[in-house]
């Protein structure tokens, strides 16, 4: 009855394990998660915005990348300069694959130099 009632509060366990990560590399607590949204809207999806998608999830599969959240969505209102990606807010534009997947791995390496030891 409990969990019936509090079904849209509860915290799943996976949820709880991805906000402490240690991360292998470093061997640091991250806190810090750099979230990536994907335009795919029709105007980005046809200059091939879903490919910089795949590749970013085989990045973050490969690299085994647990501090990095990959969301495709639907327009950011830059349609003219598509392909769009957004990191933790900023939008990126005229991406592609192996652009946006040098472009989120900086961002990765100068986040993940601050908190190294």
């Known amino acids: ?10 915290v799943s366990v996976d949820f709880i394990l991805k906000i402490v990560i240690i991360t292998k590399t ?3 607590i991250n806190l810090n998660f750099m979230k990536i949204k994907v335009c795919c809207g029709s105007t980005c999806k046809s200059k091939f915005s879903e490919y910089i998608l795949k590749r970013l999830e085989n990045d973050k599969t490969k690299l085994e990348l647990e501090n990095l959240v990959i ?3 639907s327009c950011m209102g830059k349609c003219e300069d598509g ?12 991406q592609n694959p192996i ?3 040098q472009l989120v791995l900086k961002k990765l390496k100068n986040e993940n ?3 190294k030891n």
């Open 1 to 10: 009855m409990f969990f019936k009632k509090y079904t849209k509060t509860a």
């Open 26 to 28: 470093y061997g640091f």
């Open 71 to 73: 969301e495709k969505i």
């Open 83 to 94: 392909p769009n990606i957004s990191i933790n807010g900023n939008i990126f534009s005229k």
């Open 99 to 101: 652009k946006a997947s």
């Open 113 to 115: 130099t601050k908190y």
